[in-house]
């Protein structure tokens, strides 16, 4: 389950448009997902997570979409601003463990 | 409030040297993880610790890597000897509560070993 960043897929977004990044999970068992950005040269930053019992939460600008039963994730951004510009990627949680698997991430290019 | 802090955050020696990874987690985290990230692999776990307690050292990729946890609030990876494909961005993240909890990374260190 790592993620391969060789060739990230990206999103190329105006600014001021909303973001849609899509993340397919592999784990059934998976009940805890995270999404994260990463900035060139920094660690991934936690953006927002769901729990399974849930199919969608917000935060500021950002909500997350969980399908469990087609597997998948998703990440809204709001009005996109170039600060933005990051890699983004989701990380699975499968029940009863501390290990997370990550997915491919997907690079956002805002467009000025 | 501080995050989890990493020093050194860019390291460059020659193959052979010994390598020393610093991390200072978020203060009250009780759990606390060492990945490594490169291009080709992504994000792999090396090691995790809870309260300061070696949980699960299966990602370590050999004997050079060694890891330790003397308190809650300071965690060491070591390298030694080093080799060239040891050079990757080295992470540490911290974490409180359970596995629905989720982990905080630090900036990292970029080490290359030529």
């Known amino acids: 389950g790592e993620s391969v960043g060789l060739h990230l897929p990206t999103l190329s977004v105006q600014e001021g448009d909303n973001s849609i990044i899509n993340c397919a999970y592999s784990n059934s068992a998976s009940d805890y997902f995270i999404w994260y950005k990463q900035e060139s040269g920094k660690g991934p930053q936690f953006i927002i997570d769901?729990?399974?019992?849930?199919d969608k939460r917000q935060g500021q600008r950002v909500t997350v979409l969980l399908n469990k039963t087609v597997k998948h994730l998703s990440l809204q951004i709001a009005a996109t601003q170039p600060g933005d510009s990051a890699v983004y990627f989701c990380?699975?949680?499968?029940?009863?463990?501390?290990?997370?698997?990550f997915g491919t991430g997907t690079r956002l290019k805002v467009l000025a | 409030d501080a995050g989890v802090i990493q020093s050194p955050r860019h390291e460059v020696t020659e193959m052979g040297q010994e390598v020393t990874l610093r991390c200072k987690p978020i203060?009250?985290?009780?759990?606390l993880f060492w990945y490594r990230q490169t291009m080709m692999r992504g994000l792999e776990l090396l090691i995790y610790f809870n309260n300061n307690v070696p949980i699960d050292d299966s990602g370590m990729p050999e004997d050079r890597f060694s890891a330790k946890m003397p308190n809650a609030s300071f965690s060491t990876l070591k390298i030694q000897p080093s080799e060239p494909r040891d050079s990757a961005v080295y992470f540490c993240a911290s974490r409180t509560g359970g596995n629905d909890q989720p982990q905080h990374f630090g900036d990292g260190t970029r080490l290359s070993i030529l």
């Open positions: 203060s009250g985290h009780n759990s």
């Open positions: 769901i729990r399974s019992n849930m």
């Open positions: 990380a699975e949680n499968p029940d009863g463990t501390y290990k997370y698997i």
